[in-house]
């Protein structure tokens, strides 16, 4: 592993704390560098149209999904996390893969990825990142479609190394918490459609590349929308086991993204 990637944290603190879940402004990529050992990275990428709302497809659920997913990850474990602000997104970090800095940063968090376009350079750069000991958990997107759009940026990246559905004996599922991968754990659009699903995307899946070591390097999260679990967690309506369960797998891949 690159020595940029490897954490101060010490594993035993980080797993002695657990419990159980019961208009802004535009982003930019300058974001001051907190004192806290761990910050959200949002990865910012080529992309081909506008995502959900307003601005470029990596800027979806911004910044309400790291600022609620990360009061989480405080309050369930010992991680000394940056607090995000919800109001732009301070204590943050969006970043791209052309900065030298995502180096310093072991995890990653990729939105809206049905639709992105990475160059050739940036296939090169994320490869590298990941081969280093980086990890990437990919994020909102639906149905065969947005597949397509992922998978062919992604066999750019690594056209050697398959996707496969991650085993239900995977460490990243009971690093801190034994998870299960049936529960699709679907977006506020369920609120308004009464429906789980987008698009074709009826089934949810968790899916992942693996290096060489048989570690974890990219996370799929397909056919659900974990930023929308996070961004609704104070929305009243929204159903509190979907953001419960949204938190627990974030947690597990941040855990085990810091200590592998």
Known sequence: ??????????????????????????????????????????????????????????????????????????????????????????????ISLADDAIFNYPWLYAVEVGGWLLSDYEAERLREYLLRGGFLMVDDFHGSREWAGFTASMLRVFPDRPIIEIPENDEVLHVLYDLDQRVQIHGIRMLYSGQTWESDGYDPHWRGIYDDAGRLMVAINFNMDLGDAWEHADTPEYPEPMTALAYRFAVNYVIYSITH
């Open 1 to 94: 592993m690159h020595r940029n990637l490897i954490s101060a944290l010490s594993i035993a603190a980080i797993l002695a704390s657990a419990s159980t879940v019961t208009v802004a402004q535009a982003p930019t990529l300058d974001s001051p560098n907190p004192s806290a050992e761990f910050q959200f990275a949002r990865l910012v990428y080529g992309t081909g149209g506008s995502g959900y709302g307003w601005g470029p497809r990596w800027t979806v659920d911004w910044p309400d999904a790291e600022h609620h997913f990360m009061q989480g990850l405080r309050r369930l474990t010992r991680i000394d996390g940056a607090e995000v602000s919800r109001y732009n997104g301070d204590g943050g970090r969006r």
